[in-house]
């Protein structure tokens, strides 16, 4: 089944210490790319990764870092989570992003930093 | 600049009525039009896109969208409401031809009631 998987799905944690946000994806997709969700502003992208070893910021990427070693993976770090940071966050994938192809979203990992 | 807004933060629609979801679009040049779907606890689903030809596009569970180029909007609509078209809706643009990054509304939530 073709499909995005992000892990964990809930994490509560504290200010300060170091998380990892895994993404994989299973379609051979070129692009992929990290967005919070949070009321009332929708989604922000954060990073995006057109292919292997080639990463861009997004519209938030302060305090956020990325990492595109191969196709199939785009890991999300925080290295010291703030509260602002607690939101809903989605890793998408597509098979060009320059293309009229439709993202592949994960089901979202939901961040609470205390 | 490109932008995007969907007007109505909530839609109340009796089951069994025809629905519409609105968004309309700043872009410069072609715009690449785009609708997704967000179940409760679930990523975005793809619904359907407008990227050139019939102003009329028809996608997933019977929803349709209309391009309109003088009102710069692309609105989402259905013509009999189910109680499980109850969700999140998002409306997305870029500009056809760039590189420019998919900007997403601040979303729409939709509820059928029975």
């Known amino acids: 089944e073709a499909q995005v998987t992000q892990n964990p799905r809930y994490l509560i944690t504290v200010t300060g210490k170091k998380l990892t946000v895994t993404c994989s994806q299973n379609?051979?997709?070129?692009?992929m790319s990290w967005y919070r969700q949070d009321p009332g502003l929708g989604l922000r992208q954060i990073y995006y990764?057109?292919?292997?070893?080639?990463?861009d910021k997004g519209d938030v990427p302060e305090g956020y870092k990325v990492s595109r070693k191969e196709k199939r993976n785009f890991p999300l770090i925080l290295e010291s989570p703030s509260p602002n940071q607690t939101s809903l966050y989605f890793c998408?994938?597509?098979?060009?992003?320059?293309?009229?192809?439709?993202?592949?979203f994960g089901d979202g990992t939901r961040l609470s930093i205390l | 600049a490109q932008s995007v807004a969907q007007p109505e933060d909530q839609v109340n629609v009796a089951e069994g009525n025809p629905l519409t979801v609105k968004c309309t679009y700043s872009?410069?040049?072609?715009?690449?039009l785009f609708w997704y779907v967000q179940y409760p606890n679930r990523g975005l689903q793809f619904l359907l896109k407008?990227?050139?030809?019939d102003n009329l596009v028809k996608g997933s569970y019977g929803f349709e969208a209309e391009f309109n180029k003088s009102q710069t909007s692309f609105h989402l609509k259905k013509p009999s409401a189910l109680v499980s078209d109850s969700a999140l809706y998002f409306c997305?643009?870029?500009?056809?031809?760039?590189?420019?990054?998919?900007?997403w509304g601040a979303g729409t939530k939709l509820i059928i009631k029975p």
């Open positions: 990764s057109m292919n292997v070893e080639v990463t």
């Open positions: 872009v410069s040049g072609n715009p690449y």
């Open positions: 997305a643009v870029r500009e056809g031809d760039s590189n420019y990054q998919l900007i």
């Open positions: 407008y990227i050139t030809g």
């Open positions: 998408a994938s597509s098979s060009d992003s320059y293309s009229n192809q439709p993202q592949h």
């Open positions: 379609m051979n997709h070129e692009y």
